[in-house]
């Protein structure tokens, strides 16, 4: 059963009890208070006639013992409600006497009632039920023989209750009609917005994240839809991310396996053509040296990558406060057989500038940083490395880099000049190993560089 479905039935029940209860109180008290007022009316009415009829009584004197006076008296009153009895006891004469009865009441009957006294009155009253109707009947004793009874119907009163008690059904049934139509109403017009998060929930779960709830409303329901839309982007987000990285790895192992695989063709093909061909020493050299050189770019590569694993597990890098110069020196000597191959002049200045850094890895992204420019550079060039404020530069005038490639040398296996790269035992490693331990050192690489025009690499320190 749906929510909104649920809430309207339990709210026509709770307003179904509460009419109903309450109905029942009014009904209660109703009942009581119309049974009192007929009961006053009536006793209004037999006082004021037996009071008259005292009165008559009083201006005939003598005429109390005349029965046809008395009868006749009574018929003038064109009432037939008025009883009139006299009463000689229960002696030899048997049963009281009836002067004036056109009621289906027997004297004997109406005498054998309960009756109860009325407070500061001669009135006596007593109540009798009769082919289902409910009648008072009221006594008065007007001499020691002569009785003197009124009988009042009571049956109004039902009658008012059952008029009563339809109302009351009738009002509450269009009560609670009313309640389950306004209820449904506004559970419709409150509920949409949980409609909507239930329909944007299921498109997430097919795959579409990019999925957001328009917020109309401030309330609770309004805040749940802001958190879930921020739940929602986070979603997104990771999702984004996660296929991102995947796409990376699956982009990563695929170099990797294209990397090792150039190699291990070459030493396997120079391998065996040393096991199954006769050669002259100086081509079995040569095979040899190729062999050699292959397996030292291997080791090469898989030294890389190595450390990319280890600092992608590292969890914090204990930084020193270091000299410039101390990094500085120990990349010049580190590249000193690559410079002086392709005779290119490497200049440095520094200021006393100090950061904190691992002195080891800094040193290992400035050697990447002048090995690249080294690649970039014409023989008999020039590479500026130096130190100012909060950066350190490596500036080459080589062939520069695209703008459309900047932002994707930084990755693994990337390359812009491929068959360089190859010539050169690149494999694209030393600008993703650059990138990751100055991401370690919160530190920011900036690539200005154009075609022909030269690269500078700007480390920007924190």
């Known amino acids: 059963m749906k929510i909104r479905t649920r809430i309207i039935w339990i709210s026509c029940a709770a307003v179904l009890a509460a009419s109903l209860l309450g109905d029942a109180i009014i009904w209660v008290l109703s009942g009581r208070s119309f049974r009192d007022e007929a009961f006053i009316r009536a006793y209004q009415n037999a006082f004021v006639l037996a009071d008259d009829f005292e009165q ?84 008065r004793n007007m001499s020691s023989d002569l009785i003197y009874y009124r009988i009042e ?108 695989k150039t190699p291990m063709t070459a030493i396997s093909g120079y391998a065996q053509t040393l096991l199954s061909t006769k050669l002259g020493e100086e081509e079995r050299q040569e095979a040899l040296l190729y062999i050699y050189e292959e397996c030292n770019r291997l080791e090469r590569l898989s030294r890389k990558m190595m450390k990319l694993l280890e600092l992608d597990q590292d969890d914090e890098l204990e930084l020193v406060d270091t000299p410039v110069v101390q990094i500085f020196d120990a990349a010049v000597r580190s590249c000193e057989a690559v410079l002086l191959d392709k005779q290119i002049i490497l200049e440095y200045s520094q200021h006393g500038e100090r950061f904190l850094m691992d002195a080891d890895l800094m040193t290992d992204v400035l050697i990447n940083l002048i090995d690249n420019a080294v690649k970039a550079s014409r023989q008999g060039g020039r590479i500026l490395l130096k130190a100012y404020g909060t950066c350190i530069e490596v500036q080459d005038f080589g062939r520069g880099i695209p703008a459309g490639e900047q932002e994707k040398i930084l990755e693994p296996f990337y390359m812009v000049d491929k ?29 200005e560089s154009g075609p022909e025009m030269g690269t500078r690499m700007i480390l920007q320190f924190v």
């Open 56 to 139: 008559a009584l009083g201006g005939k004197e003598g005429l109390g013992s005349n029965e046809v006076y008395l009868s006749y008296y009574f018929k003038t009153q064109g009432d037939d409600y008025n009883i009139c009895i006299r009463d000689r006891g229960t002696g030899s004469e048997g049963n009281p006497e009836e002067i004036y009865n056109h009621t289906v009441f027997e004297a004997a009957e109406l005498a054998a009632l309960s009756y109860q006294p009325q407070a500061s009155s001669p009135i006596e009253y007593a109540y009798l039920t009769w082919e289902g109707k409910q009648y008072v009947v009221f006594r």
């Open 153 to 260: 119907d009571m049956s109004g009163v039902r009658e008012r209750m059952e008029w009563l008690t339809i109302c009351m059904l009738a009002i509450t049934l269009v009560v609670t009609a009313v309640t389950v139509l306004v209820t449904s109403v506004i559970l419709k017009r409150v509920l949409r917005p949980l409609q909507e998060l239930n329909d944007t929930t299921k498109h997430m779960a097919e795959g579409l994240y990019d999925q957001r709830l328009t917020i109309r409303r401030q309330d609770e329901i309004g805040q749940l839809g802001e958190n879930f839309n921020k739940m929602a982007e986070a979603v997104e987000a990771r999702t984004r991310s996660l296929e991102e990285s995947e796409k990376k790895k699956t982009l990563f192992m695929g170099n990797l396996t294209h990397e090792l």
């Open 419 to 447: 068959s360089r790269s190859r010539r050169s035992g690149g494999a694209g490693l030393g600008l993703a190993l650059t990138a990751m331990i100055a991401r370690r050192h919160n530190v920011s690489i900036k690539i």
